[in-house]
T-cell receptor, first 116, second 119 residues
Framework: DTEVTQTPKHLVMGMTNKKSLKCEQHMGHRAMYWYKQKAKKPPELMFVYSYEKLSINESVPSRFSPECPNSSLLNLHLHALQPEDSALYLC???????????????FGSGTRLTVV | AQTVTQSQPEMSVQEAETVTLSCTYDTSESNYYLFWYKQPPSRQMILVIRQEAYKQQNATENRFSVNFQKAAKSFSLKISDSQLGDTAMYFCAFIKRGNYGGSQGNLIFGKGTKLSVKP
């Protein structure tokens, strides 16, 4: 299996809703990432998990809450979002620092989030 | 800090022709990896090609090849025999190489080049 699977593909939520994005990979990667991408821009790093521990939080507002229940799963819990949070949310995975040869990130196809 | 610069926001090419996308980067590191990613309208980021900085030989993947000039810190992507399916945003990216051959730090992206292949 060489894929990163993200669900849902599209999500519309109100500013008072709570929702979660899910990401799954079975490539044995021990590093997983959440990115936010606005139209025509490169992805912006939000969170990094390495060996299931949060290693980087790029000053993301607390209304975004990541979770890594095991080495294959990564969740992003959303609460009280703002319209400016509307974007494509990409999950990615890769070999972690001690996993040897490095072949870059494998990305999922993303969740298109619209906050209304 | 490392930076990646793509100086061509948009490019277009006729089907079956060859096009070259430019990328320059700035780093004081000697060991690192460079990548080109493609993001079509379907939005998934797809790895096109990978280069290890300590290898002099330019990487190739079918119709895609790179011109890696380490001293000049340049990493251009050449697409030969362009196809309509090559229409996409192309991102150049950099990451430091770690002690064990893996990565160190996080992937740094350029701003992207939008490539349109015209029939």
């Amino acid at each position: 299996d060489t894929e990163v699977t993200q669900t849902p593909k599209h999500l519309v939520m109100g500013m008072t809703n709570k929702k979660s994005l899910k990401c799954e990979q079975h490539m044995g990667h021990r590093a997983m990432y959440w990115y936010k991408q606005k139209a025509k821009k490169p992805p912006e790093l939000m969170f990094v998990y390495s060996y299931e521990k949060l290693s980087i939080n790029e000053s993301v507002p607390s209304r975004f809450s990541p979770e890594c229940p095991n080495s294959s799963l990564l969740n992003l819990h959303l609460h009280a979002l703002q319209p400016e949070d509307s974007a494509l949310y990409l999950c990615a995975s890769s070999h972690a620092a001690r996993q040897g040869s490095y072949y870059g990130y494998t990305f999922g196809s993303g969740t298109r989030l619209t906050v209304v | 800090a490392q930076t990646v610069t793509q100086s061509q926001p948009e490019m277009s090419v006729q089907e079956a022709e060859t096009v070259t996308l430019s990328c320059t980067y700035d780093t004081s590191e000697s060991n690192y990896y460079l990548f080109w990613y493609k993001q079509p309208p379907s939005r998934q980021m797809i790895l096109v090609i990978r280069q290890e900085a300590y290898k002099q030989q330019n990487a190739t993947e079918n119709r895609f090849s790179v011109n890696f000039q380490k001293a000049a810190k340049s990493f251009s992507l050449k697409i030969s025999d362009s196809q309509l399916g090559d229409t996409a945003m192309y991102f150049c990216a950099f990451i430091k190489r770690g002690n064990y051959g893996g990565s160190q730090g996080n992937l740094i992206f350029g701003k992207g080049t939008k490539l349109s292949v015209k029939p």
